[in-house]
């Protein structure tokens, strides 16, 4: 018995620092634009297929509003609001790519500039991924935006590539 509520508590400890090393960073980005005029983009974070940090929308600088100066990890969430329609969104995206079984490498590609029409009455997903381009011969890197839930792109782009 007292080995089962330990085992119990022991849970509980780890769930809770799991959950508060993770993080939403939520932000209306045109606070103007009426609520039926809106569409919400994910930005999905994740250690091998990318996580983001989110610079501009739209040329306007929402780094410091958007995340107050705090550091992203791979376990944080981005939902922004923004009008529907012609969208940009400018961002650094990271990826980890593991070389041998025990080493990984972090590669970043720094202000990358996403644009595409976003539609009403729509949710997005955005999400990095990478592909490998052989046995010792580096990653293609991508970003590609979803439907939400889809894991179909609507439009994809090749950020990059990095070496073997």
Not at 144 to 161: M, N, R
Request: glycine content about 8%; hydrophobic content about 35%.
């Amino acid at each position: 018995m007292k080995k089962t509520v330990f085992c119990m508590a022991l849970m509980v400890v780890v769930m809770a620092f799991w959950v508060s090393c993770s993080s939403t960073h939520k932000m209306i980005v045109d606070k103007d634009v009426p609520v039926g005029q809106v569409v919400t983009v994910t930005f999905v974070n994740s250690t091998s297929n990318g996580w983001f940090v989110l610079r501009k929308w739209n040329d306007k600088n929402i780094i410091k509003e958007l995340y107050g100066g705090k550091d992203i990890s791979s376990n944080d969430t981005t939902i922004l609001t923004v009008p529907a329609g012609s969208t940009s969104f400018t961002f650094d995206v990271n990826y980890t790519i593991n070389k041998i079984k025990s080493i990984n490498n972090t590669h970043t590609e720094k202000n990358i500039e996403l644009q595409y029409d976003l539609e009403l009455g729509k949710e997005y997903e955005i999400k990095g991924m990478s592909r490998s381009l052989g046995l010792l011969k580096g990653s293609e890197l991508f970003v590609g935006i979803y439907d939400a839930g889809s894991d179909t792109p609507l439009k994809e782009w090749k950020i990059g590539e990095t070496e073997s």
